[in-house]
């Protein structure tokens, strides 16, 4: 059974900073491409940002130079390092991984984060 399970989420001031965490089980994690995404109340999820099995990274361009995702396949988790927050940033934030070996997309159950004075 796979799952991923994010903590990290919660409420800072415009400015701040938070790290997500997102742990995954019942995959090869090293072998897998994760990615966290983002959904604001009334908007579409989408991609913030994503790295591949090799280290590989991309993000959304209203992230770049404000988060920063990496991963730790020791741990078999990844993370999101979010600095300089801003109240656009407000949303609950998904954890994507993507196995191979079974060509499928996982999700987890989502982390809020509220930036707001």
């Known amino acids: 059974q796979v799952q991923l399970v994010e903590s990290g989420g919660g409420l800072v001031q415009p400015g701040g900073s938070l790290r997500l965490s997102c742990e995954a089980s019942?995959?090869?994690?090293?072998?897998?491409?994760m990615a966290w995404y983002r959904q604001a109340p009334g908007k579409q999820r989408e991609l913030v940002a994503g790295?591949?099995?090799?280290?590989?990274?991309r993000y959304v361009g209203s992230v770049k130079g404000r988060f920063t995702i990496s991963r730790d396949n020791h741990k078999n988790t990844v993370y999101l390092q979010m600095n300089n927050l801003k109240p656009e940033d407000t949303a609950a934030y998904y954890c994507?991984?993507?196995?191979?070996?079974?060509?499928?997309?996982?999700w987890g159950q989502g982390t809020l984060v509220t930036v707001s004075s």
């Open positions: 019942g995959i090869i994690f090293s072998m897998s491409a």
């Open positions: 994507k991984a993507y196995s191979p070996n079974n060509r499928r997309d996982y």
């Open positions: 790295i591949t099995s090799g280290g590989s990274t």
